[in-house]
């Protein structure tokens, strides 16, 4: 089966640089006879790629946002086109906005079913966070009444999306997925914490206001007064770059605090080995899959409760929730971690477990593949 998969995200040009975007597909590839991607290129020209089933159409990325919108619209549509003429069967949208809108017109001119995809609070968040919240929310919920089925990848987005007024029989949970041959404890024991001379905290993601790294910094500057052996690592890339390492500096943490940049995925699982507690201080999530695969790795996790994290890291059982995004909430839940070395050890052990029952990768892409087949065959 045929199915084409819109995506407003940026790849690399070559679908086997992205690890596991690239793995995923290949994947998913298995169940059907042909995915067609279009997502945005990193560069301003146009790519294509083929990698056995999977081909990737990518369309140009320039400094002008609202012209990278319009170059991806017309050719969503118009790639749309051509695969209606070629015999798709289904599409799918893996961001509600611009992506969301592409996949409407294709699957209505087509008579073919959309399959909208929610990964984050979109639908009914509350307060004001980023430019135009409102008319993003208004668009996703609209695109949302027009999917013919909506994945989302936690509880909580699942219970968001009833409140917003999308039918119950058009939602199918299926959460994140993790690499649990890839993702494992490689060099420490499970849990264990506090292994060399430094206690080394990691925090990963896009360094982005909404998740928080500002409060993780100021946060530390508490956990360092107490233990002055502990190191920070910040590992990605974003806009927040600067202000982060001003802020780094006035608080007197140059020395303590380190920014990595955005690394390859494939060194993610060393990183999470060779550090002892992992950190998420993000004000807003769906699922993040980043939190599984450090759950997975044997890393004890500390996590602000938000989106679907306390499906995942339930308090003193998996993880450490912390209730609320602020620097002496987070540093309360570091320092215990740090100090209490048996928790993290039998945390850790019920975290590999969960992830191993729940999130496994082949279960999850089974799972997708059985929602996309599944949606075909019902129209």
Known sequence: MKTLVLGFHVFPPRLQSDELNGRTWAALSYYLSEIVLLTQSSDARFHRDRV???????????????????????????????????????????????????????????????????????LTASTRSYPLEGVIRAISRWVCLRADRVRVVSRRILDSAVAAGIPRRKLFLIPS????????????????????????????????PVKGFDVLIRAFKLVFSQIPNARLEIVGSGIELRNLERLRDSLGLSESVSFRGRVSHLQIPAL???????????????LPRVVLEAM??????????????????RHEVTGLLVPHCTPDDLATAMIRAAKDKS?????????IR??????DWDLIIRRQASLILGTARSE
């Open 52 to 122: 056995g089933k999977v081909v990737l159409y990518e369309s140009p990325r320039t400094t002008w946002r609202v012209l990278d919108i319009v170059v991806f619209m017309v050719t969503g549509v118009l790639l749309g086109l051509v695969c209606i003429v070629r015999g798709i069967k289904a599409v799918v949208c893996s961001e509600l906005v611009i992506s969301g809108l592409v996949g409407f017109i294709v699957s209505r001119v087509g008579r073919i079913p959309l399959i909208a995809e929610v990964q984050g609070e979109i």
């Open 177 to 208: 997925k993790v690499d649990t041959s890839v993702f494992k404890p490689i060099s420490k024991k499970v849990g264990e914490v506090g292994r060399g001379p430094q206690l080394q905290f990691i925090a990963i993601g896009s360094l982005v």
């Open 272 to 286: 999470l080995d060779n550090s002892d507690i992992f950190v998420l201080s993000s004000h807003s999530e769906g």
């Open 296 to 313: 997975a790795s044997g890393t004890p996790v500390v996590a602000t409760a938000v989106g679907g994290v306390p499906e995942v890291v």
């Open 343 to 351: 928790l993290c050890r039998a945390m850790s052990d019920n975290a």
């Open 354 to 359: 969960l992830i191993k029952k729940q999130y």
